[in-house]
Each structure stands twice: as C-alpha cells, then as structure tokens.
RNA sequence: GGAUGGGUAUGCCUAGCGGCGAGGGCAGCGGACUGUAAAUCCGUCACACAGAAACACCGCAGGUUCGAGUCCUGCCCCAUCCA
C-alpha cells in the first residue's frame, strides 16, 4: 500500500513525498510523456537518469493497440519492457476519448473506438482499461474515464461526469479483482479517480465530493487544458481541489506550460505531467528561464551561446544554438533529440527547484521571480 | 556542322498542351501545439489587389488568333547523341 506523506505545506501549496512499491516519488513532480512506452525523439532511459526524470506515463490506449498489452506482460511488464525501474503511470485512454472524437462511439458501457493505426474496432471500457493497465503492470493506473472538450454545454457535462462516476466505480471492483489475482505481475497497482465537470464549478464540485468517498489512492482533474482560459483552468482547481482528499496525492492532468505549473503548485497540484517538453523540443522551441526560443529563427544562425547559458543538460553543456539549429534545419535526429533532452531538464529541474522552495518555505518567492525572468505569462 | 529533348515566377525542381491575374513540391521566412493519430500542422513566399480595377517580364523577338505559357517563324541558351 502507498503512502502519501506531507512534508511541509505553504498556503494550498504542498511538498510531500508518495512512497510506492517502485520507489518514492518526491513532490511537486512533473511526469515524462512516453506515450508509446518511449519520449518521442530518441530518448533513451540511460538519458532520462541524467534528467532528473522520477516518473514515466505511458498509455492504456496506445499500448493495446501496438504492440498489445499482453505481449508486455509476456515480457514481465512495462517496467522491464521499457528497462525503467522507476515509479510509471499509465493513462487510462480516457484522454484519447477526446483526442480522437472522430473515431470512437460513446455507450455506457465503454467507448468503441476504429484504431487509429488500422481502423480495426476496439471496445475500451472500465474493465478493459482496468486489465490493460494491470497488464501493463504500471505503477499507478488511471481511471477510465471521459475527456469532454470544455465547450461542451451543461447538459452534456452533467452526463458525461455522471457516467465517469459510473465507471469509476467499475474500475475500482475491477482493480481489487485483478490485484487479488496471482497471475497479476503489480498486485499493488495503485488507482487514481479523475475529477470531471467542464468548467462548471458546481458540477466539479459535486464530483469532488463523490469520487472522494471511494477512497482512491489519488485524484486527478482531468478535463483541463482543452480549450478554456488560463483563467477559467485556474478557478476551477481552486474551487475544486479542496474538496478532493487532502491525504491524498493531486494530480492536474495534462497541464502544461511552466506558469501552468507554478499556479497548479500553489493550488496543491502534486503530479504534473504534459507533451510539452518533448512535443515543443521536436518542434525547435525551447524553454529558458528567459522565456521561450525559436531556435528555428534565422536569428539563431551563427548563435555560439548554448540554449541556456549555466544549463546542466547535455544539449547546453557542449553544443551551440547555431549548431542546434542547423542540426533541425538538416532534419537531423540529434537536433530534436537535444531539444527534447533540454525541455526535459528544463521541467524536471523547475520542479527540483519548486520543491526546494516549498523545504524553505519560500514557494511563492520563488514562484514570483521564476514568472518575472520568464517574462510571458503564457510561457 | 547535324539530330533530339528542354528553357515556367527574386533560389531549386516541376504541372500545364488555345480562356492563366499560371497549379504543385523543395528551400527560405514566420506561427501554432497542454492526460501525443503530431520529426506534425498552418501561413507566407515579384509588385499590387478583390476592383470594370490592375497588369514586370512563362529564354528573346516577331507572327497566327477574339484570346498564346500553350500554335507558327527566327534567334539565344542548356542537355544528350552523331560527325
């Protein structure tokens, strides 16, 4: 059983530390997407030990698809497929609901989706996400639930969360069976709930309550970040998140730029995780703490300066911008691996430094220089 | 000297075969991306402009035609082949 364990506290912000059977994981953290069990641009688990990286999200959806969650348990699970001993979360496939609207069917007993890789047909619904995840043998396993985009209107909120309560609760009878089974490779997989209402507060809040009384082993809001306001997203977390279980760790889903974070850590966000990084790095954009660059810009052509200067990443530490950028320009895989690389170590060492702060008692000091240097709110 | 095939916009390649203010691609320049259908996508890429108003070049010069990038003639380049 985890433990989740508070070390200090500065205002809702929370600096703790969630004990799993895969190691501790020390919070606030931001999670590294490998959607596909690996970080898109040739990022080995050799390179994420020296960036800091606590924990891995891969996911239900992707990974059933190809190459199947069988063939990973076959393989003794994602931690050995992946050779990363490290806490890993696996998401549920509630997000690719949303991401791939145009290709699923919503019923009540689960989603029905055409694969996006052969448009054969899978059936994804508690169960199923609950076993792919117990398959899988990640560390902690997400509920099934739905993404609904943010500009859905009240109605459809209303019943779209009341069938995540729903299936939520299937996915808890269906995580104690499976963790009660011998053949189980993690007995101990941990469920986290996902809070869900739009930007709705009374519906948010209400499910807050409800899922609270099921006594998960975390929480997420889920549900953010697809559409709405900086604004709107940061109300929400403030009307909903104390409402959640406060001995309990939070976890705001899929959230995103480094100001997003600081205002979620002030919020009591423990667990962050976000394409971002990798997303932006194969893309040439690169997070400072001067804001962000274009290293795509022509203005970067003969740039001796490193990404950052005084930066501890393998990109920053040998190689130029000029160079960087002339290695995108030539499509070169160095180039978005370094890029990748630095956004990774950008993330991971906001969050050593966030953490820091909250053991000093100095968050919000820390938080007011950090946005002040980077400039743009939006970063 | 002869034969054949070509020359398409401020860079490169290419579509066009009588209605073209000329379509694509690359390169360039800029932007977007939030639980990853994304090494993707979008914009821009002579000047100007959506107007009975403009007209800067489709190797160059003529010609045929209501109308020519497209057909004809000559010339200039390029490529390949033959002497």
Not at 20 to 32: E, S
Request: include cysteine; hydrophobic fraction near 35%; aromatic fraction near 8%.
């Amino acid at each position: 059983m985890a433990e989740y364990q508070i070390l200090k506290t500065e205002g809702r912000a929370k600096r703790a530390v969630f004990h799993t059977v895969h190691g501790d994981i020390q919070t606030p953290v931001f999670m590294n997407v490998g959607t596909a069990a690996a970080i898109k641009g040739a990022v080995s688990t050799e390179d994420l030990e020296g960036l800091k990286t606590q924990v891995q999200l891969s996911n239900t959806y992707h990974l059933h698809v190809r190459p199947g969650d069988r063939i990973v348990k076959q393989l003794g699970g994602l931690q050995k497929f992946m050779s990363w001993n490290k806490p890993i979360l696996t998401d549920s496939g509630g997000f690719q609901v949303f991401s791939l609207a145009g290709l699923r069917k919503i019923k009540e007993e689960g989603v029905y989706f055409h694969s996006h890789i052969d448009g054969k047909k899978i059936f994804m619904g508690p169960e199923e996400s609950m076993q792919i995840q117990s398959n899988l043998a990640s560390t902690i396993a997400m509920a099934f639930d739905e993404c609904a985009p943010s500009k859905a209107d009240r109605a459809y909120v209303q019943a779209s969360v009341d069938r995540t309560t729903r299936w939520l609760e299937r996915c808890r009878v269906e995580m104690n069976r499976l963790n009660s089974r011998d053949d189980t490779i993690n007995r101990e997989q941990l469920l986290f709930g996902i809070n869900q209402g739009a930007i709705y507060d009374d519906i948010r809040i209400e499910h807050a309550k409800r899922i609270s009384e099921l006594d998960l082993d975390g929480y997420a809001v889920g549900g953010l970040a697809v559409g709405e306001s900086h604004e709107e997203m940061y109300h929400v977390l403030e009307e909903t998140i104390p409402y959640l279980p406060k001995d309990k760790p939070t976890y705001l889903m899929g959230v995103g730029t480094p100001a997003n974070i600081l205002e979620g850590v002030e919020r009591g966000v423990d667990f962050f995780d976000c394409v971002y990084p990798s997303r932006n790095g194969r893309h040439g954009h690169l997070y400072t703490n001067h804001g962000k660059i274009n290293l795509f810009n022509a203005k970067y052509e003969v740039d001796p300066r490193p990404i950052e200067e005084g930066c501890g990443c393998p990109a920053c530490r040998r190689y130029s911008r000029a160079y960087i950028r002339h290695l995108l320009k030539a499509k070169e895989m160095l180039g978005m691996r370094l890029c990748v690389l630095h956004n990774l170590y950008f993330y991971n060492t906001m969050m050593e430094e966030i953490r820091d702060s909250l053991d000093k008692g100095e968050f919000q000091a820390y938080k007011k220089r950090k946005l002040d240097r980077m400039g743009n709110p939006d970063l």
